[in-house]
């Protein structure tokens, strides 16, 4: 189905075709149920998280404010892109979204997406206080400045997004709508433009390269002053202590630079075989966000321990009234 637009002689398109991942089409009833287990598991992970966070009063640090945060960021970027997959790997109509549900996809991706860069970079910045300047911290990173600085991730996440969203989609779209992708991403969508797209590529790589570059940036200077201070440290239980809460925080960092590093410096690659760096930031990371952040952390370790002993203390005391 086709409606008019404004240009002469033009239509546009009213839905696309999310044409998936290669590597599905042979067992897509297999790759259904994997994907699945990954939602699930990445649901309850990130759920668990968030409940031991919001239950446990000795995970009251800033440190684990900003974790909840990453846990309800990462179950709602999962939830933007796997059960559209899924939906593909059943049905051919699976596979149909239409025009404005392409754009409130692509919004989301990139406002959830930019919105955890952001965030990255303000658990640096709450370790490099911790850990640098700990006399100062309680005063620093106070109730107020913790609130003001996930705000702050969330509203430019929400601007960073809509300026990308505006752009892509006020380019008409009047033929192709295969999109060589399993979900809706600017560097397959603007394929489909039926008009230059010469300066929407140049402000996509300028402004999420600003961005990431950035925030990168910001990052590595912070762990520069936190190895420094680490290898001040007197004892080895504090170095250690020091270590197991950076330690997670620089893997998930890794796991989520690497990826989009290869897909959005590279947009005229992006189709349907280049999904599976995607894939990995997208729907992987953060199923691994959780296990990342629990193994590597002592005292999450035992809230979560605390939680589920509490709970099965709990559970027989449920019973029918006598």
Excluded at 30 to 59: E, K, R, W
Excluded at 80 to 95: C, F, N, Q, S
Excluded at 182 to 202: G, H, M, R, S
């Amino acid at each position: 189905m086709e409606v008019k637009t404004e240009y002469p002689n033009q239509t546009v398109v009213s839905h696309f075709f999310l044409e998936g991942l290669r590597f599905t089409a042979e067992h897509p009833s297999l790759f259904f149920l994997l994907f699945l287990l990954i939602y699930s598991i990445t649901m309850m992970g990130n759920l668990l998280i968030l409940i031991t966070v919001g239950c446990d009063p000795q995970l009251r640090s800033p440190m684990y404010h900003f974790l909840g945060h990453l846990s309800f960021l990462d179950a709602c970027l999962s939830t933007v892109t796997v059960p559209k997959v899924m939906a593909g790997l059943l049905t051919l109509d699976g596979k149909l979204i239409s025009f404005e549900g392409c754009t409130i996809q692509l919004y989301c991706f990139h406002f959830l997406a930019s919105s955890e860069c952001f965030l990255y970079t303000v658990m640096a910045y709450d370790r490099y206080l911790a850990i640098c300047q700990p006399l100062h911290y309680p005063v620093a990173m106070n109730r107020r400045m913790c609130a003001g600085l996930a705000g702050i991730t969330w509203a430019t996440g929400a601007v960073h997004s809509a300026v990308h969203t505006s752009l892509t989609f006020h380019l008409p779209y009047c033929g192709p709508h295969h999109i060589a992708y399993f979900f809706c991403d600017i560097p397959p969508v603007l394929k489909l433009a039926c008009a230059d797209t010469t300066t929407n590529e140049l402000v996509m790589l300028a402004n999420i390269g600003i961005v990431a570059a950035g925030c990168l940036i910001l990052i590595v200077i912070s762990y520069v002053f936190i190895a420094a201070a680490v290898l001040r440290m007197r004892t080895a239980e504090g170095r250690q202590r020091a270590c197991s809460t950076c330690t997670a925080h620089l893997t998930v960092v890794l796991l989520y630079y690497m990826p989009p590093v290869c897909i959005y410096l590279q947009p005229s690659s992006s189709g349907i075989g280049a999904g599976a760096p995607a894939v990995f930031y997208t729907i992987i990371t953060p199923m691994l966000n959780p296990f990342i952040y629990t193994l590597r952390n002592k005292e999450v370790k035992r809230a979560l321990r605390r939680l589920l002993w509490r709970g099965s203390l709990e559970s027989p005391a449920r019973g029918p009234p006598q």
